[in-house]
């Protein structure tokens, strides 16, 4: 497979949409004294890295997307 293959490329996008969105639900529903942001990101990365772990190629792309994005949001809140 290519990262170049618009299927691979769908399946990890569709993936990263359903983390974010369980992430979002987890942080709503959690309790507001327990850290919820944390634990939606923890949602988010588990689910992507069980995917992943159980072989869906898309789900490795969609979890270095997720590893990118959490480095270039640590470098942001670095250099603010």
């Known amino acids: 497979m290519s990262f170049l293959?618009?299927?691979l490329i769908g399946?990890?996008?569709l993936i990263l949409i359903g983390a974010?969105?369980?992430?979002y639900v987890v942080s709503r529903i959690?309790?507001?004294r327990a850290n919820p942001q944390l634990?939606?990101?923890l949602a988010a990365f588990a689910l992507v890295g069980a995917l992943s772990y159980l072989g869906n190629a898309a789900a490795g792309v969609a979890l270095a997307?997720?590893?990118g994005l959490?480095?270039?949001f640590g470098i942001a809140a670095v250099a603010m």
């Open 30 to 32: 959690w309790p507001k």
């Open 11 to 13: 399946e990890a996008t």
């Open 70 to 72: 959490l480095v270039l």
């Open 20 to 23: 974010i969105v369980l992430g």
């Open 5 to 7: 293959d618009p299927r």
């Open 39 to 41: 634990f939606g990101t």
């Open 65 to 67: 997307v997720l590893i």
